[in-house]
């Protein structure tokens, strides 16, 4: 049975369109301009896939005025590679995007203060030296969540996953929107892993890239500047056409380009049950108006669920995410930029560092405000043991100062953030080129025993909810040993104190005053019982190492 399938076109200025595809030969089919600025045209179809572009006189000016040219749609959910056609599904005389089943809706998902995400690039993530089979698409992260789970992690950070140009690359040139990347599977394998994400308790936010775009992008191709800038505002810090949020279209009264990304937006937490975005490149976007709208248009889509909105804002600053800042947190690169250069001994600052470990210093409210990691995907932020080798620092001393990060990366306010390979030492320079993780490392001792450190701090903050609040108090510091130390507590009776040494002497004997309850503490990293007596406590502190005191 055929039945009447509607495409259309958003086109308001153009002056003529027409459709192509497989079911027409190729041959053009003329498209009607209603008064919405939408060029419309039905065809009879019968269920089935099938491909096909528009023809469009192009308003953008590289191109001769007028002038004719093939544009794929700007909605199109799928791309095929290499002809770069768009694909449509017809199901029972319907559009569809595929035919997945959602199994795991009903699972209760963490809320955001209790966050640890695992930020990972799909194509990368699973694969290596030792794997004779050559992985990297959804369904391979799948067969790893359960290594996800045992680490601790229930929130996956996934690098753009919107169809770009060729088979490789980190994602931020999207050409497609609404179409996912084909070289990593269909969209009902990206479901089936989002699904599986829920089924363990595992929120999954999406890199979203709505700053720019690619070039050859259908937008740029139909009208450039109805929706992007004619030319970039800050030429240092472009990566392709930019939207133009502040463009207003009085005779539709409509902001195009935020018509089109609310569109994106509300796509991807409707057909992918996504749990929050983190926003590329919030700086260059330079529009408050826009990101509060745009933040509020995807919560009230979420609905009920957990939906966290975070800025990639660089250099990070409060007014992004406080009372009325648009979003619900922000990268927190201060700390980044702060914690590596004392655990790489290049500086000791200490109303720095306590800068970075407590937010509020810096103006930010609370928890959720700042995403902390000790490095991201970002280019320049190599991984931490490249930094330290090219100090010449290697081995168990590496691996000592890495584990000092760690602790402060999960005990400091806010939700904390590793870029996938990070728990257990992987070395490899960042790459845009393909650079698959060594699982193999996993089979050395430091590698593994950073793994389980790892695993047992992402422990301790869910088994310790001091470290899910915003209250934290510096009670001891030493400028001249390089001692800092500090105590997080709930209304709970829940207590963490941190005691960090940033030098290389090993302090034997060391008294720390004003310890914060007299009685017998833990000591996690060592598992062993302290007791604390006239608000001093007397301990062994290595160097470059970090104590971490949970009340009994």
Request: charged share 25%; glycine share 8%; with cysteine.
């Amino acid at each position: 049975m055929a039945a009447p399938i509607e495409f259309a076109l958003f086109a308001p200025y153009n002056e003529g369109v027409s459709l192509i595809g497989s079911f027409s030969n190729w041959e053009d089919i003329p498209m009607e301009k209603d008064e919405q600025g939408y060029f419309r045209t039905s065809v009879e179809l019968e269920d089935g896939i099938y491909k096909y572009k528009f023809r469009v006189q192009s308003k953008s000016w590289f191109f001769e005025p007028d002038q004719w040219v093939e544009v794929n749609d700007p909605y199109a959910t799928d791309i095929e590679d290499p002809t770069q056609n768009c694909v449509v599904r017809i199901k029972d005389g319907k559009q569809i995007v595929d035919t997945y089943v959602w199994m795991h809706d009903d699972k209760p998902l963490p809320p955001d203060h209790e966050l640890v995400i695992y930020e990972m690039h799909v194509g990368d993530f699973s694969g290596g030296e030792d794997d004779p089979y050559p992985r990297g698409n959804y369904q391979h992260v799948i067969e790893k969540l359960d290594y996800l789970v045992e680490l601790g992690i229930n929130a996956i950070e996934l690098m753009p996953i919107k169809e770009y140009p060729g088979d490789y690359s980190w994602g931020y040139n999207p050409r497609y929107f609404f179409a996912t990347e084909s070289s990593y599977g269909s969209t009902d394998e990206l479901k089936h892993l989002i699904d599986e994400c829920h089924g363990k308790g595992i929120r999954v936010i999406m890199d979203g890239i709505y700053n720019h775009s690619e070039s050859e992008s259908p937008l740029t191709q139909i009208d450039h500047d109805y929706w992007y800038h004619n030319s970039p505002r800050d030429p240092d810090n472009n990566w392709g056409p930019e939207f133009n949020y502040e463009h207003y279209d009085e005779n539709l009264e409509t902001y195009p380009a935020r018509k089109f990304i609310g569109d994106v937006v509300r796509f991807w937490i409707t057909e992918y049950h996504i749990d929050g975005i983190r926003y590329d490149a919030a700086r260059q976007i330079a529009n408050y108006d826009f990101m509060h709208w745009i933040v509020q248009e995807a919560k009230k889509t979420a609905g009920a669920k957990p939906f966290y909105n975070i800025a990639e804002y660089i250099p990070d600053n409060p007014s992004i995410t406080n009372v009325d800042g648009p979003m619900d947190g922000c990268w927190h690169d201060s700390f980044y930029h702060t914690v590596k250069p004392h655990i790489c001994g290049e500086m000791f600052e200490l109303e720095s560092l306590k800068d970075v470990i407590d937010c509020k210093r810096q103006g930010y409210l609370g928890t959720t405000n700042v995403v902390n990691y000790l490095t991201n995907h970002d280019h320049d932020h190599e991984r931490l043991m490249v930094d330290l080798a090219n100090l010449e620092i290697f081995d168990e001393e590496a691996f000592k100062r890495i584990k000092l990060g760690a602790v402060l990366l999960m005990t400091a306010v806010g939700i904390p953030l590793l870029w996938m390979g990070e728990e257990f030492g992987e070395y490899q320079p960042k790459s845009i080129e393909s650079r698959k993780i060594d699982w193999q490392l996993l089979g050395n001792d430091h590698n593994r025993g950073l793994w389980d450190y790892y695993k047992g701090l992402i422990g301790l903050r869910k088994n310790n909810n001091a470290l899910y609040t915003e209250n934290i108090n510096f009670f001891f510091e030493d400028a001249d040993a390089k001692v800092l130390a500090y105590v997080r507590w709930n209304d709970e009776g829940s207590r963490v104190a941190v005691v960090a040494n940033f030098s290389d002497n090993f302090l034997a004997g060391y008294t720390l005053s004003n310890f914060p309850e007299n009685g017998i503490w833990h000591e996690w990293t060592g598992n062993y019982e302290v007791e604390a007596n006239d608000n001093n406590l007397t301990i062994d502190l290595g160097g470059y190492e970090a104590k971490v005191f949970v009340w009994q």
